[in-house]
């Protein structure tokens, strides 16, 4: 199983300023790695594909970068909407897929 | 648009058994490989099982290995998951996911129901 870490647990950001959440693979995955978002009491949404392709409907400010073992998901100016549960996912080791324990952006 | 709507949970003793369905809309279902993905109270994403978009093939977590079994009825659009012998450790919300892509098992979950809560208590 590949483990996926997210760092850091906790991330505190003001309005309008850049956030850079992380994601470590403990194998390669290629450039197989998802970024979901999710508010409280709602499903995850899908934010970034392919590691970098934004997926219908979200915003530019949003970007992920990233191959084999190491990405990134950078929000470029928060939006009071932005503050959130951000999970990765690995779907390289189908279908033993996996998803990182959350990084949680708070106001700060 | 795109709709995945799940139903069926409840609270259930321990050992006992409990059927989800999802209805799916706004899209040829029978394109598409279904995921059931679960989530803990207060805690992270876990991944229970797939089913290719013609049934042909299915998979599951260890955790749910032999328990649980995913199935779906192209004919009415619809998705399962049998959930045998449930413990308490199988107390999440389900959620229903959809694979991005057609023809390929590499690529994300999307969209995702709103999720079913399923609580497994005496």
């Known amino acids: 199983e590949i483990v996926m870490t997210q760092s850091p647990a906790t991330l505190s950001v003001s309005p309008g300023e850049r956030a850079t959440l992380s994601c470590r693979a403990s194998?390669?995955?290629?450039?197989?790695l998802a970024w979901y978002q999710q508010k409280p009491g709602q499903a995850p949404r899908l934010l970034i594909y392919?590691?970098?392709t934004r997926a219908t409907g979200i915003p530019a400010r949003f970007s992920g970068s990233g191959s084999g073992t190491e990405f990134t998901l950078t929000i470029s100016s928060l939006q009071s909407e932005d503050f959130a549960l951000y999970y990765c996912?690995?779907?390289?080791?189908?279908?033993?897929?996996?998803f990182g324990q959350g990084t949680k952006l708070e106001i700060k | 648009q795109v709709q995945l709507v799940e139903s069926g949970g409840g609270v259930v003793q321990p050992g006992r058994s409990l059927r989800l369905s999802c209805a799916a809309s706004?899209?040829?279902?029978?394109?598409?490989?279904m995921h059931w993905v679960r989530q803990a109270p207060g805690k992270g994403l876990e991944w229970v099982a797939v089913?290719?978009?013609?049934?042909?093939?299915?998979y599951y977590a260890d955790s749910v290995k032999g328990r649980f079994t995913i199935s779906r009825d192209n004919s009415k659009n619809t998705l399962y998951l049998q959930m045998n012998s449930l413990r308490a450790e199988d107390t999440a919300v389900y959620y229903c996911?959809?694979?991005?892509?057609?023809?390929?098992?590499?690529?994300?979950?999307?969209?995702w129901g709103q999720g079913t809560l399923v609580t497994v208590s005496s």
């Open positions: 996911a959809r694979d991005r892509g057609m023809t390929t098992v590499v690529t994300p979950f999307d969209p």
């Open positions: 706004g899209f040829t279902f029978s394109s598409y490989g």
């Open positions: 089913i290719w978009y013609d049934g042909s093939n299915t």
């Open positions: 194998q390669s995955v290629s450039s197989n």
């Open positions: 392919g590691a970098s």
């Open positions: 996912q690995q779907y390289n080791n189908w279908p033993l897929y996996t």
